[in-house]
């Protein structure tokens, strides 16, 4: 069930989960083809609202940062996830694009400094019987072997998490959307081939969520949800209209947003929450709700 709203009766309950992708500062080449609006301040206030939101644990879907190997570039995310930790707010990480560029080795060095949980070959962290799989879709900077056991975790994972009568809910992330209608990166078939298959078989896993196209994107398909959730700093992409790939949210395209899940008895209220056009504050724009097991 979706809705579609500027206000919420979630919207004062503490979230559990909190998800944000794409927090990169722009780089120079984006700003000579797409718009800049005060893209680091907008990734200031998201995380300053997170944390007014008090989730228990933070997700970031990858492209924390523009270039991951500078160490220059992570000064300003340093001191937002000091905040949050400073609140008792654990925060994850997966590998973007941005976060492995140019000098793999040295920037997944530096990722891993700040998100010590993270394995770059998929991992999963359980909160209040709601599992979140993160995997790893930079499969150019992966070697074969780290591929296939990619594949092998994720499907033994799945079929774990459906076997595990303390979970209820199953959501898969990676930072590469396997659906999408961005004029700059489109949908991801290699998603698409390594991990649709084994998601879809899932009895549980019920949401796929991404970012990379820097945008607000909802879709349906084969009876589960897919969202794009990449408004976090990065330029906003233009987005194509699609008759093969219908967009549940074709209204609802704000620059700048994130995701919060308030677990009730019965269902999983995801709410998309988006920042003003005049930066004054955030509002909830849009909601999904997942029932459980």
Known sequence: MVFLLK?????????TLAFVSDTQEPM????????ANRNVE???????????QKPTQVFILGDVVALGYKEKKWKEMDTRLKACRDEGIR????????????????GEGRFKHR???QVRTGFQIVTDSIAVVLVNSNFKKLSANDVAFQQTW?????????????????????HHAPLSNSKIVGSSEAIQEHFLPAFNRSKKAKLFMTGHSHAFEHFKNDGKDFLVIGGGGGIHQPLRESESLKDLAPTYKPMFHFVTLTRTTRSLF???HFLKDDFSGFAVGYQLELPLE
Request: contains cysteine; hydrophobic residues 45%; glycine residues 2%.
């Open 7 to 15: 206000t919420s009766p979630l919207a004062a309950q503490s979230a």
């Open 270 to 272: 995801l709410s998309s």
């Open 28 to 35: 120079w080449g984006e700003k000579l083809f797409l718009h």
């Open 91 to 106: 925060v994850s990480a997966l590998l973007g694009n941005h976060d492995v560029m140019m000098r793999a080795k040295k």
């Open 115 to 117: 998100f010590p949980d």
């Open 42 to 52: 907008a990734t200031d206030l998201i995380f300053k609202e997170i944390i007014k």
């Open 154 to 174: 994720l499907e033994a994972a799945l079929k774990n998490l459906d076997t595990d009568p303390s979970i209820k809910l199953t959501i898969v992330t990676c």
